[in-house]
């Protein structure tokens, strides 16, 4: 009767350490995150739902390949960093990291945590972030910055020719109504042309700003 308690206890445990482990593949699969696990090879072992879609890959196809086969020959440089991470054996993130995937350049960053049995090392956990949006509206912020330091440029020059540009029109004003030589007069003509035609750039340089 001993012995049948036994058995009975370690077919409990096994199936309680089988729910915990089903238990915590789900979560995995499930967490909104693209995540990779690899063996201590590197052969792949599990790619959760996310990741399956970032990459667009079935059920099974991955599996026990080398991680380098899910990101394809453009990406000589990534997998290089996680193979160096790989042994190193320790948790490692890297950021701004260029992808190339499908035919498109994205940017990410990555995450790998190393997974130990006691001292040894069995496989690594992988966690890619595609940050490609966030660096296209990075740019476009520091893009809008730029033209509103233009902006103001241009404003504090157009208010710095203004004020000389007003007083050589009162000169030019005057000197034209004191001076009976015409020819005089002519030049003045002349040069009040070319300085409305500045007048005219100014004003557009202070609606831009």
């Known amino acids: 009767y001993a012995q049948l308690s036994d058995t009975s206890d370690v077919t409990d445990i096994s ?14 699969q499930k967490l909104p995150i693209n995540l990779i696990v690899t063996d201590d090879m590197n052969r792949i072992k599990m790619v959760n739902d996310a990741g399956k879609k970032y990459f667009h890959i079935d059920s099974q196809s991955f599996r026990d390949k080398d991680i380098s086969s899910l990101f394809g020959k453009n990406n000589e440089a990534l997998i290089h960093l996680f193979y160096n991470a790989f042994l190193n054996g320790k948790e490692t993130v890297y950021y701004n990291v260029p992808l190339h995937l499908n035919g498109l350049k994205t940017v990410i960053n990555s995450k790998t945590i190393p997974i130990y049995d006691g001292a040894f090392l069995v496989g690594n956990i992988v966690i890619l972030e595609d940050i490609s949006e966030q660096e296209k509206l990075r740019e476009q912020f520091h893009l809008s910055e730029k033209l509103a330091s233009v902006g103001l440029l241009a404003a504090g020059v157009a208010h710095e020719i203004n004020n000389p540009l007003e007083i050589i029109f009162n000169h030019l004003n005057y000197l034209n109504m004191k001076t009976p030589d015409v020819e005089l007069k002519g030049v003045i003509g002349e040069i009040e042309e070319e300085m409305r035609d500045i007048r005219t750039i100014v004003s557009n340089l202070i609606s831009f700003s």
């Open 15 to 28: 199936r309680e350490f089988y729910q915990l482990l089903k238990y915590n593949e789900a979560i995995l």
